[in-house]
Structure formats: C-alpha cells, structure tokens
C-alpha cells in the first residue's frame, strides 16, 4: 500500500514519525514493524489537520484565541471549546484530503461497507515521557461506512479543542503551534476477551513480573472503569502465576449490531452515544470464570516481554483476543510513567553547601 501527503499505513511509519502521525499512530507502526499482530490500519497524518487549520485561521483566529486563555478562567475556556469544535465538527475538507483519506478507506476495507472500524486521536504530545495527553482526545469504536469514518476523523481533531484538553495546554504552557492532530483508523477486533497488562507491578514497581488485567468483551469497558477485570501477576522470565484474583465480571461491552453508528468512548470511557458498541449483561456462568486461560497467560507473558525488550523500558499495553479467530492482538503500547518518574527524580535536594550538614552536626554536639 503506498503512502500519501495525508495518509500513511501502520507498515510504512514508527516511532521516529510521532511529530507526523502522533503517539498512537507511531507506537501501533512501530508495534507492526517489530513483528507484533496489531489490527491493520492507517494514520491520517497531522499535514491533514493543519491544512483544515490554516483555513480556518484565514477566517479568524483558532491557536491565538486559546493562547488568549488564562487557565483559571473555566468560563472563557469552556466557550471557546465549544466554538472551535464546532468550527471544525462542521468545516469541509480541503482538496486532496478528502480523495486520499476515501481511497485509504476502500482499501482498508476492500470495498466492504460493514467493515467495523476504529477511529482514534493520536495527538503529537500524547504518549511523552514527561507530559501525557492520553485520554483527554476521542476514540470511536465500531464506526461503519466512509461518511461516517470522515464524520468521526473530524471529530478527532476537534477534540483537540476540549475543555480538558485546552486545560492542559494551558496549565503545562504547551505553545498551540506545536500541538497537532493525527487520527488512527483501523479494523475493529470483536473481542471475546480484552484489557491491559504492565510490564512492571503498577503497584509496586517490580520489573520481575507482568500484570495482565481483562475481562469479556471490548476493552473499553475496562479502560473505562466499568467492569472490575480479573488479574494476574506473573513471573516476566519464570512464568510462574503469583496472584490470580477472579473477579464477578457483570458486564461487558460488545458491537451494538452491524446497523448501528460509531459511538464515541469519552475521556472519562462511557460511551457518548448509543450506536457502535452498548454494555450488556454477562452470562451467569460466565461472570466469576476466568476470562483467559492459562495458555493465553503465558502467550501475553511472551508479548509484554518482546514489546519491552523491542523499546528498551517498561510498557503499558492495550491488547486483546479476536473472538472468532483467538488471535491476540495489540491495540496500543506506551511508556510506563509513573514508576519511572519515581526512579528519575531525586530523592532531595543537594545542599548549595556539602559541608552545612555536616557542620550542623558537629555544632549540636557543643
């Protein structure tokens, strides 16, 4: 598949191109170039949403006006949001863009228009070691057809202009100029079983082990909170499984049927719509049994320590398994953050003077 000014496939970038197709869209090329079953897919690259930009800064301001913004004034800030989403939500594609994103569409889904797809932000700063924008952007899952994908491409980048997303600019002094949008489309898994897992303990640090976390169905009812996943901890080279807490897994969330719309999985993770994807009840003899075997286990084991042993550190990785086919797939790899900021900043200050400690000591004992 050949690449293009605005579309690039998951086989043709990595992690060197995130200024161009943003956290997510780097990680799952950079996944698929290492060898990794990822769901195929393709990134319209942020040249897209900067050319829809500049249009509409030949109308009036976008970047000015949110630099305009003080942090504490929620007011200006909220209707300033709503403004610019609509602004993009409603703005026409510009030429080129349109054809390059259609065709990529008929390609990704050989001319299938029930092909489920996701569509997913993957902002320029998201992902980064010192400052994270994951999960303040849209993911739309179980989106069908080519007007709706482009419906909900728009919706990605108009995300960018959330309340919380220009909070966060704002609080941390991103300048606008910097911040872009690329959005991820790729095939949707139907997942009999689908979550998380650490290559550290995210509770306490241990590189020994890998923390596996799922529950039936998509992951976004995990991701979301709505579900409590069952868990595993277990040995990174031994395989051993230490921890095996089985949870009542009451529901899970599943396509809403091949008519529905794409529903949005807000920032917080409960879907924004009814359409593409509803929560339903577990089968009773389902809900306190194990939503992986131990075979599966160990098969994830395996992955979380390429995917590490591939980036040189611990990672925090969305995966899941097809329900026909029982493949695992991964749907995203990043960089474990919050032990290793514990790891990188000091302990305390040095003193501007070695010997003031020292001498306070001796000058206790007069």
Partial sequence: MNSSTHVSWFEQIGLHDRPHVGGKGGSLGELQRAGIAVPPGFVVRTRAFERLIEALERESPVRAQIEALRAEDLDATSACSRALRARVENAPLPSGVLAEITSAHAALCRDDAQTALAVRSSATNEDATDASFAGLQDTYLWVLGVEEMLRKVRSCWASLYSVESISYRLKHRFPEESVAMAVVVQRMVNARTAGVMFTRSP?????????????????????????????????????????????????????????????????????????????????????????????????????????????GRPQDIEWAIDRQTGAILLLQSRPETVWSAKETSPAARPAENPLAHVMSIFGGRR
Wanted: glycine share 12%; aromatic share 2%; with cysteine.
């Fill in 203 to 311: 509770t306490t640090g241990d590189r020994s082990v890998v923390t596996i976390e799922g529950a039936w169905g998509l992951g976004s009812a995990v991701v979301g909170g709505e579900v409590t996943p069952d868990r595993w901890v277990v040995g990174k080279i031994t395989g051993e499984i230490s921890v095996r807490d089985i949870s009542d897994k009451a529901v899970q969330h599943v396509p809403a049927g091949a008519s529905g719309r794409g529903s949005a999985a807000t920032p917080h993770g409960e879907p924004a719509s009814a359409g593409g994807i509803e929560t339903c009840p577990v089968a009773d003899e389902l809900r306190r049994a194990p939503c992986l075997s131990d075979e599966e286990i160990q098969a994830l084991r395996t992955i979380a320590r390429n995917v590490e042993r591939h980036y």
